[in-house]
């Protein structure tokens, strides 16, 4: 499979789109909630009053939320742009730590040699469900070796998904 198509497929640009989409359903309902509350104060007179202090309240929420969608999408796109500046490893995940800033998810430590011999310690992001009913669920990738794309200037790792040759 050709890396662009990999990366396409893989967890972590995956779990990008996923997390642009929970943000775009958050502020749904983030707006609905706010429509209902305002159309229940200003009912009578103060209808049209309501919603217009409602949609303003909304869109601020909208503005909010579409930086948080233009990140996520923007990281997809800086990791499709520099793709091939990354070098590409076989790691098994083995080192769990459930995030502080996510708690229902984890990321792994790892460690490997890259290509001189030096051991690199770095982590994955936090894209790990600790439930089985999320999108990537820990069990599935735990002791499991994968295909990440590694890049040596942030020390950062970023998973393509479980290897071909496991």
């Known amino acids: 499979m050709e890396m662009l198509e990999r990366i396409f497929?893989?967890?972590?640009?995956?779990?990008?789109v996923q997390q642009a989409k929970s943000y775009g359903v958050f502020w749904l309902l983030v707006t609905v909630v706010i429509m209902v509350f305002m159309l229940?104060?200003?009912?009578?007179?103060?209808?049209?009053?309501?919603?217009?202090?409602?949609g303003i309240l909304s869109a601020v929420f909208g503005v909010v939320?579409?930086?948080?969608?233009?990140?996520s999408l923007g990281q997809n796109k800086?990791?499709?742009?520099?793709?091939?500046?990354?070098e590409l490893?076989?790691?098994?995940?083995?080192?769990p730590?459930?995030?502080?800033?996510?708690?229902?998810?984890?990321y792994f430590v790892l460690r490997f040699n890259d290509r001189e011999?030096?051991?690199?310690?770095?982590?994955?992001?936090?894209?790990?469900g600790l439930a089985d009913t999320q999108l990537f669920p820990l069990r599935e990738?735990?002791?499991?070796?994968?295909?990440?794309?590694?890049?040596p200037r942030r020390n950062k790792a970023y998973v393509l998904g479980i290897s071909e040759e496991e």
């Open 9 to 16: 497929c893989s967890v972590e640009y995956r779990w990008r």
């Open 40 to 54: 229940g104060r200003g009912a009578g007179d103060n209808m049209v009053a309501a919603l217009l202090t409602g």
């Open 65 to 71: 939320f579409a930086i948080l969608v233009a990140k």
């Open 78 to 86: 800086k990791l499709l742009k520099n793709y091939d500046r990354y």
């Open 89 to 95: 490893y076989s790691v098994q995940l083995d080192t």
């Open 97 to 106: 730590v459930v995030s502080k800033s996510y708690r229902r998810f984890a």
């Open 117 to 128: 011999g030096t051991q690199i310690i770095c982590q994955t992001n936090p894209i790990f």
């Open 141 to 151: 990738y735990r002791d499991k070796t994968v295909d990440v794309l590694y890049d």
